[in-house]
């Protein structure tokens, strides 16, 4: 209980921090089963909180979904999430683009694609990429 009273777990993770406390494995699993079947474990409530701190980093969703899947979230809860969200990725990635660029577009080709590199590794779409570099009003 002293875990998650300080964030959101989800199941995997939860087990896993068990069993490194020194929980036996069927131990762990049981209270996790128990803890989610309680409603003070779920997958999808973790999934939107991760979503909203690695959004607020200015992290972009290719990169959220990438590690809600490393934490063993399930790729139907990650999707819900990144669906429900109200986040709009590509004033998103504009506003990343501009804290790290500055307010003026590239305008050469090696800046542009330096630019573009920087939003991909942030975990942005081709689709965000383009609209936050290219100036597109998509």
Do not use: N
Request: with cysteine.
């Amino acid at each position: 209980m002293d875990l998650l009273a300080r964030r959101e777990y989800c199941r995997q993770e939860l087990a896993a921090r068990l069993g490194k406390a020194g929980f036996v494995p069927e131990v762990a699993e049981s209270t996790v089963s128990d803890l989610s079947r309680e409603g003070l474990l779920d997958d999808a409530r973790f999934a939107e909180s991760l979503l909203r701190a690695r959004a607020g980093r200015g992290q972009g969703p290719v990169r959220i979904r990438q590690e809600l899947r490393q934490r063993g979230v399930e790729e139907g809860v990650a999707e819900q999430a990144l669906e429900a969200s109200s986040q709009d990725w590509i004033e998103l990635a504009r506003s990343v683009r501009q804290k790290k660029f500055g307010a003026r577009l590239p305008t050469d080709f090696a800046d542009k694609a330096r630019q573009m590199r920087f939003l991909e590794y942030r975990g942005f779409g081709h689709e965000q990429i383009r609209a936050a570099v290219g100036g597109d009003d998509d």
